[in-house]
């Protein structure tokens, strides 16, 4: 039990989850907080009881000052803080993190990145939070933070250059859940294994000829009726061809790295995509995606003068 | 007002639409029940019942043989009708047609198509007897049938000799009504034009880089929030993507046909793919999917033996 008393809190709020820690001023976490009232269960209105409840719970003074990332800062969320363009230097986008108006406590929300590229215009927010925290050394580093809309990013020299959103772990979703490929993988409820010879074939199909996504999803449907495929080979691969086209499309985009790939994950979504991953020949260098949001709070909090930048 | 007494009934007996017509012997429509009574409503046991009463709405004798195509034939569905393997000569699938049991009508129901191809696994049930009503000369034919599950079919000398299916109307539909696009395209009811730009320039891109088709996706959510875009270019360019991307995958899969391709659709999706197949580049040989089936199930007839084969 730490008796260290708290030098701010950090908030990740999302679009289903909200996490809320008390951290010291080093960065150690003294509480934490998890519930499901993300965007949507917080509207409208309810953001700042709901902050206040969970750090009541937790003991946070009155004056504690918070830093927020996420879904929390878009237009339909609690205050709008308007996107930075990229190229953007990590420091800079938490410079305009965006003061909660009319609130006696100091609550800042960093804003999320736009690339406006008629072409390719992308947003994210909360992963430039994770990115700030994952470590990145000087040079050029390809980022892949998957999830359910999946980012991949390029960042040179602490400086966001460009980045990719890839719908993934949305498509699985949907098509478990919504298609007609939810008779043949039992809903999207159940994991899947990384070892699963379904997975790893499904990925290298996918990554050998990835502009056959379409025509491979229906297959699937087809291998339960005509081979007696079960429901984990099928979730097994579905899961393996949206990834491997991840995977293929981002390696296009952004050319193949010349050193190992950062990936920023957790737990099982972290254990697929290292074995997809490794599938496409690419080495890694892994960063939990819990810690890298803590961590990019914090840096965050400094920026935006809420802890002593010194520390 | 015809006065003709029918020759045989006939059914399409889809997933979830239902239409009967009573036919002349030589297969002239005399008439016609739509309803919503598809597999799905139709469960359990209500087939027969279902059957009866559009067939005594029309006035048809209770010795009126009736042949049925779809999914009626599957097995969660009224009788099964197994599944006949390619390559087929059209003619043969029709005369494996099952008689329904424990009537005292005669009903046949035409067995579907399956490619027993433990890579490229595939399964029709119902686009067998367009195919066969498509009036395919001799030769080789690629036939292009869209559709919530669009097929894309070799035929050789009246043989099936491959086919593929491609979820593109269903990817439409559950990316519509159930992603984070639905906040884009305003969902799913309202329809795409052919000759929309958003939609020309979609297909235009899905061809030019079909393995990019899930990067694309979220493009769509970005360029709302950033560009302003409106909800019938969002869907235009959904809609664009997803047929690009299929016929891209088609031609891979299939070669480019060095003769029309056969467009076996009708109404707004016959455009949309008229639309689609053009701008790659592709000439047509386009035939109304309604009439296609009529005139298939009036084959299917005379296969089995309901109508005499002569006529």
């Known amino acids: 039990v730490r008796s260290e008393s708290p030098a701010f809190a950090a908030a990740d709020w999302g679009t289903t989850r909200l996490r809320v820690w008390l951290l010291s001023r080093t960065g150690d976490v003294l509480a934490e907080r998890r519930s499901d009232e993300g965007l949507l269960a917080a509207q409208p209105d309810r953001f700042a009881a709901i902050l206040e409840h969970h750090l009541a719970a937790m003991g946070a003074p009155a004056d504690l000052p918070v830093i927020v990332c996420g879904m929390a800062g878009a237009r339909q969320g609690w205050v ?37 590229d008629a072409a390719a215009p992308d947003v994210m927010r909360g992963e430039e939070t994770q990115l700030a925290g994952a470590g990145l050394a000087e040079g050029s580093h390809l980022v892949c933070m998957p999830g359910t809309h999946s980012k991949w990013v390029r960042v040179e020299d602490g400086v966001v250059t460009a980045f990719q959103t890839v719908m993934t772990g949305e498509l699985f979703s949907v098509l478990s859940a919504h298609s007609i490929l939810r008779h043949s993988t039992g809903g999207e409820a159940a994991g899947v294994d990384p070892g699963a010879p379904a997975f790893r074939s499904a990925v290298l199909a996918a990554l050998a000829e990835p502009a056959a996504l379409e025509t491979r999803l229906f297959r699937i449907r087809a291998a339960t009726l005509l081979q007696g495929t079960g429901e984990a080979d099928a979730r097994a691969g579905l899961s393996g061809l949206l990834l491997g086209a991840e995977i293929a499309a981002c390696l296009q985009r952004f050319g193949h790295p010349d050193r190992p790939i950062v990936l920023v994950a957790s737990g099982a979504l972290r254990d697929l995509y290292a074995a997809a991953l490794g599938l496409a020949g690419l080495s890694l260098s892994s960063v939990d995606a819990d810690v890298a949001v803590r961590r990019g709070l914090e840096c965050a909090a400094r920026h935006a003068g809420l802890i002593p930048s010194g520390a």
Chains 1, 2 share one sequence.
């Not at 190229?87 to 929300?109: M, N, Q």
Request: proline share 8%; charged share 20%; net charge neutral.
């Open 80 to 116: 709008e803080a308007p996107y930075v363009g990229v190229s953007a230097a990590l420091g800079d986008i938490f410079a305009a993190s965006v003061r909660v108006p009319d609130l006696a406590r100091e609550v800042r929300i960093v804003p999320g990145l736009a690339q406006r």
